[in-house]
């Protein structure tokens, strides 16, 4: 139970990250939502045995984390929460296509390879987008979303579903503790009891999400989330925009490495 | 200032299941006034502060805030002149600062995020709690988030503040903060609460309410050290006017 309450904290964090005060934070919040989805959409156009065209793109996030200031441990440790996931997509890959390939002097089968490139990609991606949400925070993120002339039901939704997350945690914890308060030797909670506990909490999340419904309409919610004016893009953010893009598309016409790689072993020719 | 006043006319209420919590309720709140509204548990107190915010409406009878009606088409006009402050302050805060918190009300009524600013700066300075508007409002503590809440809703600039349980769930000391922060404030004030010597202390006019109907209505010092009356209505008289637990002097 404490691992909920911890988790629940812990889910917060990257709003406290967001807070900062740091170049990358103080970016344009569209030029920066702009620069992920350039990011993503490239990383996600590679093939499946491209490995070394990838390795550029570690640069992005690299160097978002550096100038952002932001922590490495709490933001990996939420790669790992959907690394499950990607194994288990990736995992079969090298019994299905097992053809040789030919790495260095040694032959292994072309699945690894693949396998390899999907945890990469998915690394890098999911990376970018928790780096957005560091940098920028969900509010603004909402207003560059709206900015961007998504429907305002859609980024409703999704900033409702996070606020109302820890809503939901809040009550299993509570849940929990009352639990298990009243059956101190089990461990976690007994089958027969899934049922009644998984309804109470269902209808008291209705409840705690129709009181706080209430009180947005209270203060003349109409359905539009307005989380404060805009900053103008200025002349910096554009080109924050324009200098990533561009090296995301030289380093997907060119494989980077590979032609370090010739040159250097063209001068030691 | 007739806008200011609050007008209840015969006023029902039954819940879908058929339980009538409110039963013909008349009153009528002027400017100025603070009214406390008490009542036992399952009284009706409760479905009576919905009734007059809109949220749910009258089977029959009507509310009326100066000298317009409380129906679908007004409530963003009769939300704009009435505030409410919730019983659990987690419900109402759910932005990631404080500051947007209390910004959330304004920024619906479209102000300009200057006007914005100064309002919110405004109300957090009025609740003294100007030195929290950055934080993140579920990691303050309950008389801070009662504070907060209460900013929330004077950032729109209310003429009446409606109050659920205000002092519920403070200690002794938060209790006093916030009921000296109440008195400081010039708007019309109506408050329920179970906390019967709060209401003795700052409200001069007092509304029982009996299973859905008002059984008493008039001067807080008299009602509420009527005995008769408040054991009648599932209450007690306020604990600062009881007999001295230790002497047994009678007090009233």
Known sequence: MANIMNSLYNMRILDDLARQETVIHKLHSLMKLLTTVSYLTVVVSFGRYEIGGLLP?????VMVFTLAEL???PILLRILIVSPFIIGIGILNPFFDQQGYLLGERVISRGWITFGSILLKSGLTVTAALLLIATTGMDRLAGALRMMKIPRIFVLQLLLTYRYISVLMEEVARILRAYSLRAPNQKGVHRSAWGSLAGQLILRTFDRAQRIYEAMCLRGFAGEYNTGGFKEIRAWDLSYF???ALFFAV??????????GSLITGVIK | ?????????DLHYSYPDDHKAVKGMSFCIYHGESVGIIGANGAGKST???????VIFPSQGEVCVGDVHVTKKTLPMIRKSLGMVFQDPDDQLFMNTVYDDVAFGPRNYKLDEKEVEKRVLNALELVGILHLKDRAPFKLSGGEKRAAAIASVLSMHPDILVMDEPTAALDPKSRRKVMKLLTSFNHTKIITSHDLDMIFEMCDRTIVIKNGEIAADGVTSEILVNAELMDACGLEIPLSLQNCPVCRTKKV
């Not at chain 2, 009576?48 to 809109?54: A, K």
Request: charged residues 15%.
């Open chain 2, 1 to 9: 200032m007739s806008h200011h006043k609050l007008e209840v006319k």
């Open chain 1, 242 to 244: 324009i200098g990533w």
């Open chain 2, 48 to 54: 009576l502060l919905m009734l007059l915010m809109g």
């Open chain 1, 71 to 73: 922590p490495v441990k």
């Open chain 1, 251 to 260: 380093a997907r016409m060119y494989n980077i490495p590979m032609l370090i």
């Open chain 1, 57 to 61: 793109f570690l640069i992005y996030p």
